[in-house]
């Protein structure tokens, strides 16, 4: 069959729809040859039906030739089942039979990097969610696990790494200078998380012993030159190992656990059993080529995929609408383990702005689902911010519901429950309610409504009854899947703080007896549209802190003012709400600018001053952690303050946030000054939270600084550059340079980032940081340079990492630059971005669907705009043949 057949769009597949697999593939041998150019795969799969024999059973199969085909060694005559561009239908199957395919593939050819491709030099596969279809016939979902044996076998020269899931059972020399290694891995799996690699790939090893005394051989393949950065992912893989025993208790569970990194990958990372593969961006890193942000990626992404071991691997999936099952779980599984290793509330507030602009965004746009979607064209655009952050957020909500030791018993009971099953969240959330005895129906809403809920507080307090009471108020927006919602279970975590400090709490309905310990504090628990909850004994009216820690994904208003969120910003107790304050405080003072960009006087505009008092005091204050300090300090983003408008202006975002910023910077400038030259530049490097807190405080300051530089400023700014040993101060020097619009400052950044380049070419993942940087430059022209950029030798059109770098930056982080285009044609960038997807579409569906985002939000813009990202999105419809990938996006956000 030919593989270019193009596969017709808009398709959808429902939840309710879903139906046991007929029959089961207990057994699964493959045999895969590789050539050079093209691959052989001989599959030998072990049927048996489960019920009623049906009359004909479909197996999937895409971009497959398919060579022979016999049941149970006999061949099969072309009435026996028929093959077309989305599989192989055998009819009348019997009840048990071995099935044997062989197919041609061609992984060299296979640009969407999903099913067996070429990345660099390295043969590598990437299955899930339904990539093991361009391999060979199979059923592949995720609810068929089966045992799989693997036989590799390729030119020895060219590929002396033959590498599977589970363990090495035999291996040897064949004829013609060819290899073969088999592997066997002893635990059933879905065929998502097969995985094959065959390379010269050179690796560092090391060993670590679990808790109840296995050895474990940890392994960690890449191209020799990167040999030297694997150190961080080593060590925090043995940090993962240690921490998933003693915080949930679970032991590795194979005697052998490979990464393998290679440059061309859709995503992050995969999970495959016993054999993880890796975006080389989130396995490499030392000190002179990565960023502090890249160390943690790295970390992070590293145990993300080990806990995928139990959250995903051992308990797996039933279908692909449970996909949060395993990726919410998981991501809240790494954001405590981040936490644990470094600063708990640095993390918290990093990922809750990730969550409150991009996934705000798109709960609020065409493409919004619930955490458990009902329907969907094709999975591969499910790989969301919902599925994963709010996912994550909904199992955290659950955690603080039930309290540690609940939520352990429960997360015990279900690892237990479900090893070795297929799963779906509802079973989640069973567990959840069996190990704790609490009724979660109200709570399970948060599985099936969109939406991001706005709560609407108001207060009162009595001096006479020295009662204060707070009304909370939820409401949902509509969205796709449904217009009206029901009330959600919201936890609210609170405190309230008096002229002294916290105050003491007491509702009206607690009695003294049952008081918690600390009395400081309290998780309301919302469940009504409408709740009244109120506090007695409150001696003075005071300022209430809501939604602690981030306690719900939801958006809060209450009328502070300026005053009081001064007071949380210097004095609450909880850290996440200190910084909260810091930003509705910055909010504030930008929406001030904005107005006056809009009436034009925001060259005369004198902003408020509590925002720089507050910082001064914050600055002053030594008893601070430097990284909180940073992130208080840093004004909210472009993207985070245009979530918070109703009409979103660009230009008027990007002027106003500007104005206050250089505002700040000259009124605190000698503060900062000081922060820059107290820093030795030559300070040994280490990738620890302290280290990072202080290079991260230094650098905003130097950010500020670089905004109205003096000629000390950017002195200290080129003396970092030039003496910097890491890759953090060097790009947070020459950021600060490139970004400057100081016209000496231009000039040294143009030579600065030649030299730049001259000195990393070498290091693809610095060269990634340093068009990423020219993308993201505000400065007027980005759109011409991003052109420019896309013509480098340094640019591969194929590779999604420099994709992301150029084209995702240029159009989802400089906002001023995509929504201005050129001075002839504003729409200069809606168009660009239209056509690199067009380009890319055909080659790989998955990226150039992710692409779409920016145009899919054209509602929130004012008319112009907006409908001049419409027409683009249009011309994406238009286009015959556009992948299922982007006809989904594109049909959905025209509707
Ligand atoms: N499961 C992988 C993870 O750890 C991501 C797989 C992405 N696959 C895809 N088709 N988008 O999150
Ligand atoms: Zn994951």
Known sequence: MNSSEPVPSGKTVYLKDYAPPSYIIEKTELDVDIYKGETFVLARLQFQCLDERPQALTLDGEALELLDIAIDGKALDSTQYRCDHRGLTLHNPPERFVLTTRVRILPEQNTSLEGLYRSRTIYCTQCEAEGFRKITYYLDRPDVMSDFITRVSADKNECPILLSNGNKIDGGDLDGGRHFATWHDPHKKPCYLFALVAGDLAKVEDRFRTASGREVTLQIFVEEKDLDKCDHAMSSLKNAMRWDEQVYGREYDLDIFMIVAVDDFNMGAMENKGLNIFNTSCVLAKPETTTDAGFQRVEGVVAHEYFHNWSGNRVTCRDWFQLSLKEGFTVFRDAEFSADMGSRTVKRVEDVAVLRTLQFAEDAGPMAHPIRPASYMEISNFYTLTIYEKGAEVVRMLANLLGPADFRKATDLYFERHDGQAVTTEEFVQAMEDASGRDLTQFKRWYNQAGTPRLSVTDEYDQEQRRYSLTIRQSTPATPECAEKLAFHIPVAMGLLGEAGELALKLADESL????????????ELTETEQTFVFTDIPEK???????????????DYQYSRADLATLALHDSDGFNRYEACQKLALATIQDAMLAYQQDTLAEFVPDSTLVQVYRLLLEDNSLDQAMLALMLNLPSEAYIAEEQEVIDPVAIHFARRQVAAYVGSELAELFRLRVSAYDPTREYRAQSDDIALRSMKNAALGYLMLLPTAEDLHLCLNQLARANNMTDE??????????????????????????YQKWQDEPLVVNQWLALQARNPIPGALERVQALLQHPAYDGNNPNKIRSVISVFCNNNPLNFHTGTADEPDAGYRFLAEQILQLDSKNPQIAARLITPLTRWRRYTGDRGQAMRLQLQRLADQPGLSPDSYEIVSKSLN
């Open 513 to 524: 007896d049952d008081l918690p310990e600390d009395n400081t504090h309290r998780v309301l």
């Open 542 to 556: 005071p300022v209430p802190s809501l939604l602690r820690g981030f306690s719900a994904p939801v958006k809060l």
């Open 731 to 756: 790009m947070a020097a020459l950021t600060a340079l490139v970004c400057c619009e100081d016209n000496t400052a231009q000039e040294q950044a143009r030579d600065a980032l030649t030299a730049f």
